[in-house]
Every structure is written in structure tokens, then in C-alpha cells.
């Protein structure tokens, strides 16, 4: 499995304590996220034979200009992952900066989607969101998931269009096979409960919901 945008590392540790799957590739843009991931996958005794994290853009393109985080670099010779480059796995997941909107510091990073980042497929598409979604096929095998994790505050507050998620599976060939949904609150409940918070009745109203995505059948 693949996440992009590790972070602390919770979810990829919550697939493999249980069993969800095998192996862990994990890319990161900040590489303060991906030394706090590596220290936490050791703290649950999951070592670089099952996890392996990139300090790079998304999904490591070849030749990788990642850099590999590993402890002892003569693992490479004995290394049991997947190849970066031709990676295809069965399972995608990511859990993207919900907001666009650009960022100022490195740690917005993590709730808005920068509109101007680089685009290393050199089209049309900028946010994070629409390049994950363009390139994730290309490393997800035949009968593979994508688990895409999404609030829908943008559309609340009028960030981001209705059908906008929709209109980029479609144009990306993606099928969506099921949608979980949870109004529970995630983050800051202190901030969350405030009244006087500018964003207070947008995050009471919010849902956070994953979508599960398939390659989509050929017609």
C-alpha cells in the first residue's frame, strides 16, 4: 500500500496493526512529517522491512528525487519493496489538505491546498487534490482502491463547488465504489465549540467522509 501525505504516520500504523495490509510506502512534502512518521512506526515495531518513507511531492516519480529515510542504507541491496518507479499497488490512500487556499507557512500545508505548487505533469491541474487524483491511477494496479479521505467544509463555506470532487473522479476515470461518512467532529474541539469562531456554524455542519475508488470499467 501507498500513502501519500504520511503525516504523523496514524493511519498506514492503523492498517498494519490490523492486518489491513503488508507493506507501507509513505511519501511526505515535510520532512518534520516524515522524521515524526518514522519515529512512530518504531514506537509500534514496524520497521523499514514493512515501511518505507520518501521526503518528496506525492507519488516518487523516476528517477526518484526522494530521499530515502532509511536507518541503514545496505538495506537497499536486500530491500523486498516494490520498485518506486513501477510501483503498483493495491491500495492508495490519502488524506489531503481539505481547504483550497494558499498557504503561508510550511504547516499550512497540512489543511490548505496550495493552487500554485508545482505541477509535475506539466497540465492543466494545480491543487494537490487534482494531482493526486490525476496520477494515482497510474500506480494503482488493475483491481486496486483508492482511499481518499475528505471534509466537505470547503463546499460549505463556499470554497470549493458542489460537484467539483465528482467532475475530477470523472475526468480522471475513477469510479467511486462507496462513501463513508461521519459527522463526528475531527480536530480542535475546544476551537470547534467556539461561537465566535468566524468558521463555527461551516464546522457544525461538517462531514467528513471517505471515498473508496476503483478504476473505472471500460464501457
Not at 528517477?63 to 542504507?73: G, K, R, T, V
Amino acid at each position: 500500500a501507498m500513502e501519500i501525505g504520511v503525516g504523523s504516520g496514524i493511519l498506514s500504523i492503523l492498517l498494519l496493526y490490523h492486518n489491513r495490509v503488508s507493506k507501507i510506502i509513505g511519501t511526505d512534502i515535510s520532512y518534520a512529517a516524515i522524521q515524526c512518521a518514522r519515529e512512530n512506526f518504531k514506537k509500534f515495531g514496524f520497521l523499514e522491512d514493512v515501511v518505507r518513507l520518501h521526503h518528496c511531492s506525492l507519488f516518487p516519480p523516476p528517477p526518484s528525487p526522494c530521499s530515502s529515510l532509511l536507518d541503514n542504507e545496505e538495506l537497499e541491496e536486500k530491500d523486498t519493496m516494490p520498485s518506486l518507479s513501477a510501483a503498483k499497488v493495491d491500495l492508495i490512500l490519502c488524506n489531503p489538505p481539505w481547504v483550497p487556499y494558499k498557504p503561508q507557512v510550511i504547516s499550512d500545508l497540512a489543511v490548505y491546498d496550495n493552487q500554485n505548487n508545482d505541477n509535475h505533469d506539466n497540465d492543466n491541474t494545480t491543487s494537490m487534490l487534482s494531482q493526486f487524483l490525476s496520477r494515482a491511477p497510474k500506480h494503482l494496479s488493475q483491481h486496486g482502491y483508492i482511499w481518499l479521505i475528505m471534509s466537505d467544509l470547503a463546499e460549505i463555506i463556499g470554497l470549493r463547488r458542489k460537484h467539483e470532487l465528482d467532475e475530477l473522479f470523472a475526468t480522471n476515470r475513477l469510479e467511486v465504489v462507496d462513501i463513508i461518512s461521519s459527522s463526528k467532529p475531527i480536530g480542535n474541539m475546544k476551537k470547534m465549540n467556539n461561537r465566535n469562531d468566524p468558521l463555527y456554524v461551516g464546522r457544525s455542519k461538517e462531514t467528513t467522509k471517505l471515498y473508496v475508488l476503483k478504476h473505472k470499467s471500460a464501457s
